[in-house]
């Protein structure tokens, strides 16, 4: 299934929020970090040193993120800099890293082939701000109760427009689709005017 929800610059913000619960996108995993992110939120590798200051895969604080591998399921959180103590250690590369050692990603020496799958991805701060529309966009997998939560607690949000599967609908119609217990996930693409 398919949702496409085009709304207001306004509006965005609400939208935002998935992101920092985690949604999961689909593409190539078994791939590094970096790899991985710049295929999926479309950035460079400067951007990636510039902004990208705490790396967390699976719960783990990743130093080297061309040697932390993306598998199937895996959760990557992604977040700018930090503020006091702990926002330093967190940080990839940090100084105080000895800190943390017990919460540092370890790759296991091993080959993950290359093959498409999913993974979970959290974005947060700057990172939120500066990529969060453009994965937005590009479109992310989630579960129908959240996109239903967000229209119903948000009864404000200026929509312009919703599409289902390519057909126009409205706001009750597209919430009686999406209560349909038997949808475990949708494809969500919200766009601004």
Known sequence: MRLNITVSMRAIPVFLTLLQEGVTLKGNIGISVRDA???????????????????LLNGSVVD???????????VLALSGAMP???GATMRTHSPYAS???????KEKNRLSAVKKGVFQI???????????LGLLKKGILVNPERVRLIL?????IDIKGISLDGMSLGLDEL??????????????TVNNL
């Open 122 to 132: 959290k974005l947060f701060n700057v990172l939120l701000e500066d990529l969060g």
């Open 64 to 74: 080297d993120m061309d040697r932390a591998t993306i598998d199937e399921g895996s």
């Open 84 to 86: 006091g103590l702990v």
């Open 37 to 55: 992110i710049k295929e999926h939120l479309g950035i460079t590798d400067e951007y990636i040193d510039k902004k990208v200051s705490t790396i």
């Open 175 to 188: 919430d009686k689709r999406l209560s349909d217990e038997a949808i475990p996930i949708i494809e969500l």
């Open 152 to 156: 119903k607690t948000q009864s404000k």
């Open 99 to 105: 800190f943390r050692n017990v919460i540092t990603y």
